[in-house]
């Protein structure tokens, strides 16, 4: 594909200056996709299938591993202030990620949030709640339900995990 050229092109270039072993390099991107799951053609709500990206880290002293770990792009922040060697503002929102490096199966953050115009979605590892400007929620086990098919919110047997979520975003 045109992105794998263009990859390609950037890492020979890389090794072609020495430089690739020593080189910081992130792949990720803004947002993903529906491509037809949930019976949509566009972005623009939490499935995982649009709010879930890759990430991928390769660098000086990281292993190759997959982690399942929830992490934000602010998650990036401090890894590049570390990478250049500069102090992080104390106002720093995102998790350092360099603990992935060393153990895949660390936790660096409870939780995860997006917002787009006025929505807004809390994600943990277990649990998914949205929250739209009209009033109206989404909440999906993960764990039972991971293509989040059955709506959960209002749902009595979910009320504590509802607003212990619903909470995180206020």
């Known amino acids: 594909s ?22 910081l390099i992130i792949f990720t991107s803004d947002h993903g996709d529906a491509l ?3 019976g949509m053609p566009f972005k ?3 499935y995982d299938c649009m709010s879930r990206v890759p990430l991928i880290v ?3 002293g990281i292993s190759a591993a997959r982690s399942s770990s929830l992490v934000s792009t602010l998650d990036l922040v401090p890894l ?5 060697e500069a102090a992080a503002p104390a106002t720093l929102q995102g998790e350092d ?3 992935l490096f060393a153990d895949p199966t660390a936790t660096i953050r409870e939780h995860a949030f997006c917002e ?13 709640y ?9 909440l999906y086990d993960l764990t039972t339900d991971p293509d989040e098919i059955t709506n959960l919110a209002d749902n009595p047997d979910y009320a504590r995990i509802e607003s212990d979520l619903k909470t995180k975003l206020v």
């Open 2 to 23: 045109l992105i794998d050229e263009g990859i390609g092109k950037m890492l020979s270039a890389l090794e072609s200056t020495g430089t690739l072993d020593d080189t």
């Open 36 to 38: 037809g799951d949930h």
């Open 44 to 46: 623009g709500f939490f």
């Open 58 to 60: 390769k660098g000086p």
């Open 80 to 84: 590049f202030y570390n990478s250049c």
């Open 97 to 99: 990620i360099r603990p």
């Open 116 to 128: 787009i115009e006025g929505r807004m979605m809390v994600r943990s590892a277990t649990h998914k």
């Open 130 to 138: 949205a929250h739209y400007s009209d009033g109206s929620s989404e």
